[in-house]
Protein backbone atom coordinates (compact mmCIF):
# COMPACT_ATOMS: atom_id res chain seq x y z
CA UNK A 1 0.00 0.00 0.00
CA UNK A 2 1.10 3.49 -1.17
CA UNK A 3 2.68 5.41 2.01
CA UNK A 4 0.59 8.28 4.22
CA UNK A 5 0.83 11.54 1.85
CA UNK A 6 -0.56 15.47 2.52
CA UNK A 7 -3.50 16.45 1.43
CA UNK A 8 -4.37 20.23 2.25
CA UNK A 9 -2.49 20.27 4.64
CA UNK A 10 -3.52 16.90 6.56
CA UNK A 11 -1.50 13.99 6.82
CA UNK A 12 -3.58 11.04 5.12
CA UNK A 13 -3.43 7.14 4.94
CA UNK A 14 -3.87 5.86 1.84
CA UNK A 15 -6.95 3.55 3.08
CA UNK A 16 -8.58 6.60 4.56
CA UNK A 17 -8.55 7.88 1.47
CA UNK A 18 -10.91 5.47 -0.39
CA UNK A 19 -13.73 6.24 1.54
CA UNK A 20 -16.14 8.25 -0.12
CA UNK A 21 -16.72 10.02 2.88
CA UNK A 22 -13.48 11.40 2.93
CA UNK A 23 -14.28 13.09 -0.24
CA UNK A 24 -17.88 13.64 0.44
CA UNK A 25 -18.17 16.56 -1.83
CA UNK A 26 -17.97 14.50 -5.06
CA UNK A 27 -20.95 13.04 -4.44
CA UNK A 28 -23.02 16.10 -5.92
CA UNK A 29 -20.71 15.90 -8.99
CA UNK A 30 -21.27 12.38 -9.71
CA UNK A 31 -23.43 10.48 -12.18
CA UNK A 32 -24.88 6.84 -12.30
CA UNK A 33 -23.07 4.11 -14.31
CA UNK A 34 -25.70 1.48 -13.09
CA UNK A 35 -27.29 0.67 -9.81
CA UNK A 36 -23.81 -0.01 -8.45
CA UNK A 37 -21.33 2.28 -9.28
CA UNK A 38 -21.12 6.30 -9.80
CA UNK A 39 -18.37 8.37 -11.27
CA UNK A 40 -17.37 11.77 -11.25
CA UNK A 41 -14.62 13.82 -13.43
CA UNK A 42 -11.13 14.38 -11.40
CA UNK A 43 -11.47 18.18 -10.51
CA UNK A 44 -10.10 18.47 -7.00
CA UNK A 45 -6.94 18.30 -4.89
CA UNK A 46 -9.09 14.85 -3.17
CA UNK A 47 -10.07 13.60 -6.21
CA UNK A 48 -6.43 13.44 -7.76
CA UNK A 49 -5.23 12.16 -4.54
CA UNK A 50 -7.25 9.40 -5.14
CA UNK A 51 -6.02 8.54 -8.34
CA UNK A 52 -2.55 9.05 -7.82
CA UNK A 53 -2.89 6.54 -4.41
CA UNK A 54 -4.14 4.29 -7.05
CA UNK A 55 -1.74 4.24 -9.63
CA UNK A 56 0.72 4.03 -6.78
CA UNK A 57 -1.12 0.42 -5.96
CA UNK A 58 -0.65 -0.29 -9.42
CA UNK A 59 2.64 0.33 -9.83
CA UNK A 60 3.24 -1.83 -7.00
CA UNK A 61 1.61 -4.78 -8.94
CA UNK A 62 4.22 -3.61 -12.03
CA UNK A 63 2.23 -2.18 -14.34
CA UNK A 64 3.81 1.06 -15.84
CA UNK A 65 1.24 3.38 -15.18
CA UNK A 66 0.66 6.88 -16.99
CA UNK A 67 0.48 9.95 -14.31
CA UNK A 68 -3.06 11.74 -14.45
CA UNK A 69 -1.92 15.09 -15.75
CA UNK A 70 -5.64 16.94 -15.91
CA UNK A 71 -4.00 19.53 -18.12
CA UNK A 72 -3.46 16.71 -20.77
CA UNK A 73 -5.95 14.25 -19.57
CA UNK A 74 -9.82 13.47 -18.65
CA UNK A 75 -10.06 11.19 -15.81
CA UNK A 76 -12.77 9.94 -14.12
CA UNK A 77 -13.31 8.86 -10.46
CA UNK A 78 -15.68 5.72 -9.93
CA UNK A 79 -17.12 4.78 -6.24
CA UNK A 80 -19.81 2.15 -5.28
CA UNK A 81 -22.84 4.10 -4.54
CA UNK A 82 -24.10 1.38 -1.70
CA UNK A 83 -20.29 0.93 -0.03
CA UNK A 84 -19.51 4.28 -0.58
CA UNK A 85 -15.80 3.14 -1.43
CA UNK A 86 -13.80 4.25 -4.25
CA UNK A 87 -12.93 1.60 -6.49
CA UNK A 88 -11.55 2.73 -10.11
CA UNK A 89 -10.72 5.37 -12.50
CA UNK A 90 -10.30 6.39 -15.50
CA UNK A 91 -7.61 7.89 -17.73
CA UNK A 92 -8.65 9.49 -21.14
CA UNK A 93 -7.26 11.53 -24.07
CA UNK A 94 -8.74 13.73 -26.76
CA UNK A 95 -8.62 15.12 -30.19
CA UNK A 96 -10.63 16.70 -32.47
CA UNK A 97 -11.96 13.76 -34.00
CA UNK A 98 -11.03 10.87 -31.85
CA UNK A 99 -10.96 9.92 -27.83
CA UNK A 100 -8.14 7.31 -26.72
CA UNK A 101 -9.17 4.99 -23.46
CA UNK A 102 -5.30 5.43 -21.92
CA UNK A 103 -6.09 3.26 -18.75
CA UNK A 104 -8.79 1.58 -16.68
CA UNK A 105 -7.99 0.78 -13.11
CA UNK A 106 -9.75 -1.22 -10.65
CA UNK A 107 -8.47 -1.68 -7.46
CA UNK A 108 -7.13 -5.24 -7.08
CA UNK A 109 -10.46 -6.67 -4.46
CA UNK A 110 -13.24 -4.99 -6.90
CA UNK A 111 -11.64 -7.38 -10.32
CA UNK A 112 -13.72 -10.21 -12.27
CA UNK A 113 -16.82 -8.52 -11.02
CA UNK A 114 -17.62 -6.74 -14.44
CA UNK A 115 -16.38 -3.61 -13.34
CA UNK A 116 -14.19 -2.83 -16.14
CA UNK A 117 -15.97 -3.71 -18.83
CA UNK A 118 -18.99 -1.74 -17.40
CA UNK A 119 -16.70 1.28 -17.14
CA UNK A 120 -15.56 1.09 -20.88
CA UNK A 121 -19.53 0.84 -22.22
CA UNK A 122 -20.11 3.64 -19.81
CA UNK A 123 -17.03 5.93 -21.67
CA UNK A 124 -17.65 4.94 -25.14
CA UNK A 125 -21.18 5.99 -24.64
CA UNK A 126 -20.83 9.04 -22.66
CA UNK A 127 -17.32 10.20 -23.85
CA UNK A 128 -15.66 8.61 -27.13
CA UNK A 129 -18.81 8.77 -28.98
CA UNK A 130 -19.35 12.25 -28.18
CA UNK A 131 -15.94 13.33 -30.27
CA UNK A 132 -16.54 11.01 -33.31
CA UNK A 133 -16.70 7.44 -34.76
CA UNK A 134 -13.77 6.17 -34.36
CA UNK A 135 -11.96 5.75 -30.63
CA UNK A 136 -9.06 3.46 -29.69
CA UNK A 137 -7.65 1.72 -26.12
CA UNK A 138 -4.64 1.55 -25.57
CA UNK A 139 -2.99 -2.05 -25.38
CA UNK A 140 -4.62 -3.73 -22.05
CA UNK A 141 -1.86 -5.47 -19.74
CA UNK A 142 -2.32 -9.36 -19.59
CA UNK A 143 -4.60 -9.22 -16.69
CA UNK A 144 -7.00 -7.60 -18.67
CA UNK A 145 -7.52 -9.95 -21.55
CA UNK A 146 -7.09 -13.58 -19.07
Not at 30 to 58: F, G, K, P, Y
Request: hydrophobic share 40%; net charge negative; proline share 3%.
Amino acid sequence: MAPSCHCEGELVQPNTVFSVDWNHEIQMRSEDINEELRIAEVETERDLLIVHVMQSMAREEGEPFLGARLEEHGCGLVFHSQRRMFLAYLLWSDDESEATLRQIYVVPEERRKGFAAGLLTYWVREYADRIGARFAVESPNEKSVA
